[in-house]
């Protein structure tokens, strides 16, 4: 299920979505204001709730401000739904709008609906166990720091992580990352694994196993 977060000034809003999501197995972080720490969190969240109109915040300035930091739906909560007012919120990253008042049933279908086409391939991060890749930087962040990856040990990190679970050989590993016309001794990767291990170690993690004689997977 998923995690969403619902960011908007009316308790009484915040109980419905509590109320009707969290029946549908979801998690939901619910917020009166927007957090000053915001940004740190945002790899959290498969789903973001906005309210437009707030005291203190301009829900478009903050779907603007966040769009380039997450891939994940934003969807305005709204009682303004003027044409041009649709378009701006399109226009500065929302993926839809929900009209206030809106019943338990319309808010369930809409991110129902919005979770289902999350299939799509990231752009921008990935948040994995705790793990946090960055993806246009290639950087890998976990523990609140950023682990000194080089670019093959995060193509390699990266590869395990997005299947998690399923086991890969050295082979599959050397082929994967660095490609059919790369010449090399694949166990390059054995040496490669020691070094991300050893900075995960460094806070604490280890998402990486190994199977005995095959391979090595993520530990899902």
């Known amino acids: 299920m998923a995690h969403i977060l619902a960011i908007d000034d009316d308790p009484g809003i915040l109980a419905l979505i509590e109320h009707a999501l969290r029946r549908e197995g979801h998690t939901i972080t619910c917020m009166p204001h927007v957090p000053a720490d915001l940004a740190a969190h945002l790899a959290e969240y498969d789903l973001i709730l906005l309210d437009v109109m707030m005291p203190q915040t301009d829900g478009y300035e903050l779907c603007s401000a966040i769009r380039d930091d997450t ?9 303004k739904t003027m044409e041009e007012d649709v378009d701006y919120g399109f226009s500065v990253g929302a993926d839809d709008y929900i009209k206030k008042p809106f019943s338990i049933v319309e808010l369930r279908a809409r991110v129902a609906a919005h979770l289902r086409r999350e299939q799509r391939e990231k752009h921008h991060c990935l948040y994995i166990q705790g793990i946090r890749f960055l993806l246009a930087s290639r950087e890998v962040a976990a523990g609140g720091v950023t682990l000194p990856f080089t670019r093959t040990e995060y193509e390699i990190t990266l590869l395990l992580a997005k299947n998690r679970g ?11 990352v660095l490609g059919y016309d790369k010449t090399g001794d694949e166990s390059a990767i054995t040496e490669h694994i020691k070094n991300i291990r050893k900075k995960f170690a460094a806070v604490n993690m280890a998402p990486i196993q190994t199977v005995w004689g095959i391979g090595y997977r993520w530990n899902a």
């Open 71 to 79: 891939d994940c739906p934003i969807l305005f909560l709204t009682a």
């Open 166 to 176: 399923q086991t890969f050989s050295r082979e599959q590993i050397y082929e994967a």
